[in-house]
């Protein structure tokens, strides 16, 4: 049986869930509203993104000082997120749709795209 103390851990770490979740569906409608993607749109753009982790050189264990990850958000934001996000985000979202599957078939994408899709999408869900 839970204690009273793994009670209250479960109820504090599903307010911070909760919390955090609230979050991430506001910044989705934000880049949805933005760039006028729609949801599907916006995974592809998440999972272009996240298919460029590699060239931000970092490790993902955490960072010893603020001003490494400091460099590392800026090295980020510079080699993963602006190449995607930028005024051709649209463009570059339905190119890449068309490459996999020149029909729109968003299944087509799911399938292609793989883990990274569903990582990206359990978080969002």
């Keep these: 049986s839970k204690t009273s103390a793994d009670k209250t851990v479960s ?4 307010s911070v869930r909760a919390h955090l979740e609230d979050h991430i569906l506001n910044d ?4 949805q509203e933005m760039f006028g993607l729609d949801e599907e ?13 590699h060239l931000s050189e970092s ?10 990850r400091s ?3 800026t090295l980020f934001e510079e080699k993963c997120v602006r190449p995607v996000f930028d ?7 339905i190119n ?13 994408c799911r399938d292609a795209l793989g883990p990274l899709w569903e990582y990206v999408s359990s978080d969002t869900q």
């Design 11 to 14: 109820a504090a770490e599903r």
């Design 28 to 31: 989705w409608k934000g880049l």
């Design 87 to 93: 005024l051709n985000v649209l463009a570059t979202v």
């Design 96 to 108: 890449m749709q068309t490459q996999i599957d020149p029909t729109g078939d968003w299944d087509a």
């Design 41 to 53: 749109q916006v995974m592809v753009a998440l999972v272009l993104v996240a298919k460029r982790l």
């Design 59 to 68: 490790t993902m264990k955490g960072f010893t000082t603020e001003s490494a």
């Design 71 to 73: 460099s590392f958000e």
